[in-house]
């Protein structure tokens, strides 16, 4: 079974413009979760959309949102990049029936994003 | 409050040293689950094990054990034998359930294992 695919690997960016990330979650996994990594952050929960919807979201200014795709694939979109915006970003995808106990995440190779 | 702590920044050994690293976390729920992963230099986070909180058993997998405490919200893992290629960031996980009626991950910050030849 092919992993969790994101796309592009690696992108370069200046202040002020817009940037989409997108990610292809294991076949048959429904839900997707987006993660910024920064070495002096941590991971960081951006949100997850199950079935389209978003179910959870972290504490990111509005300049960062995503979409679900009815095939579940999902793309991040960040506006009006700024410097700190400059990180890893993971897309992870889980199996995850509504209500049920948390299945588990599988990560993709992640997008790294530079803003110059 | 930090809810997943890896206290230890970064661990060197030599080839062939057992290491463990430290999980400290901490929850209200008394369902919840914990996890490990790797992230190797190539930036993908590669799932280990997971463990829900009822079930305190120990497990082995090879050269890789986890030591999981409620009594002191432990979940500790240790390599034997340690390899080259063990070397990467280890990030502990808790999962727990959310205001918005599921579950959702913290991860710590991290420890970084370097084996030396």
């Known amino acids: 079974k092919a992993g969790v695919t994101q796309t592009p690997r690696y992108l370069i960016k200046t202040r002020g413009q817009q940037v989409t990330l997108s990610c292809s979650p294991i076949?048959?996994?429904?839900?997707v979760s987006w993660y910024q990594q920064t070495p002096g952050q941590g991971l960081q929960f951006l949100f997850e959309?199950?079935?389209?919807?978003?179910?959870n979201k972290g504490n990111f200014p509005g300049r960062f949102s995503g979409r679900q795709f009815s095939n579940s694939r999902s793309e991040m979109n960040v506006s009006t990049l700024e410097l700190g915006d400059s990180a890893l970003y993971l897309c992870?995808?889980?199996?995850?029936?509504?209500?049920?106990?948390?299945?588990?995440?599988?990560f993709g190779p992640g997008t790294r994003l530079t803003v110059l | 409050a930090q809810k997943v702590t890896q206290a230890q920044t970064e661990i060197s050994v030599v080839e062939k040293e057992d290491v463990t690293l430290d999980c400290v976390y901490e929850t209200r729920d008394t369902t919840y689950y914990l996890f490990w992963y790797k992230q190797p230099p190539s930036g993908e986070l590669v799932f280990l094990i997971r463990?829900?909180?009822?079930?305190?058993q120990n497990e082995i997998s090879g050269r890789y054990s986890w030591n999981f405490q409620k009594s002191t919200s432990s979940f500790n893992f240790t390599i034997t034998a340690s390899q080259v290629v063990d070397s990467a960031v280890y990030f502990c996980a808790l999962s727990e359930y959310s205001t918005s009626g599921t579950y959702k991950y913290i991860f710590g910050t991290g420890t970084r294992l370097k084996v030396l030849a």
């Open positions: 992870a995808s889980s199996l995850f029936a509504s209500g049920g106990p948390p299945d588990t995440q599988y």
């Open positions: 076949s048959g996994h429904r839900s």
């Open positions: 959309y199950f079935s389209e919807t978003q179910r």
């Open positions: 463990r829900n909180s009822f079930d305190e």
